[in-house]
């Protein structure tokens, strides 16, 4: 039974949970909508585009670890504090 319910749960009734299974105090987190990759060289290549002091943006080469629904943790490449661009996708039928 859940607490504070008596009469507990009916068949057909679904749930749904987050179980939090770590915790990472000083990760630098992002969303994952913000994260691109290219070929370079032959190489798959993982980078955000940052925003400067002078407005315009820098693509900045990333790794990444942990994922928890639409969020990255960045485990390279980015500082706390640093601004990214997260671009607007469209989807075009041709």
């Not at 770590?22 to 290549?45: K, N």
């Not at 670890?65 to 706390?80: D, I, K």
């Amino acid at each position: 039974d859940a607490p504070g319910e008596s009469n507990g749960f009916l068949t057909g009734m679904t749930a749904s949970a987050n179980i939090e299974t770590e915790v990472l105090d000083d990760a630098v987190v992002i969303p994952t909508r913000a994260i691109q990759s290219a070929q370079v060289d032959g190489e798959a290549v993982t980078y955000v585009e940052t925003l400067n002091p002078q407005g315009s943006t820098t693509r900045v080469e990333i790794e990444t670890g942990l994922r928890s629904g639409s969020m990255t943790e960045v485990t390279a490449g980015l500082q706390p504090g640093d601004q990214i661009v997260i671009r607007q996708q469209t989807e075009m039928n041709l």
